[in-house]
């Protein structure tokens, strides 16, 4: 079992950047890759980031690709989300999510393990 809680969330003006921390418990932190998911308002919960075992490779979803970047520190247990030039339509609440140890995918419905989310609000 992994436990996962996120913090970080807030809100914040167009253009400007927060970052998003994942601290997770439980079993190897460093044997699982990890993901970034959101889910605004009245929309299906969708894939923003994911990032491998050591952090060399991550990979991201086409609407934030060159404004977000995802990173871990497994000394601390601890996945991030930096997101900067946010725009309104980025108002969701973040979640991170864990698949089963040794999966790499963007595929929501391959995570089994989930925090409880933190709201991100960009006003215009």
């Known amino acids: 079992q992994v436990q996962l809680v996120e913090s970080g969330g807030g809100l914040v003006q167009t253009g400007g950047s927060l970052r998003l921390s994942c601290a997770a418990s439980?079993?190897?932190?460093?044997?699982?890759?990890m993901g970034w998911f959101r889910q605004a308002p009245g929309k299906e919960r969708e894939f923003v980031a994911t990032?491998?075992?050591?952090?060399?490779?991550?990979y991201y979803a086409d609407s934030v690709n060159g404004r977000f970047t995802i990173s871990r520190d497994n000394a601390k247990n601890t996945v991030y989300l930096q997101l900067n030039s946010l725009k309104p339509e980025d108002t969701a609440v973040y979640y991170c999510a864990a698949p089963r140890q040794g999966v790499y995918t963007t595929a929501l419905n391959q995570y089994i393990y989930w925090g409880q989310g933190t709201q991100v609000t960009v006003s215009s």
């Open positions: 990032i491998s075992w050591s952090g060399g490779n991550t």
């Open positions: 439980g079993r190897t932190f460093s044997n699982y890759y």
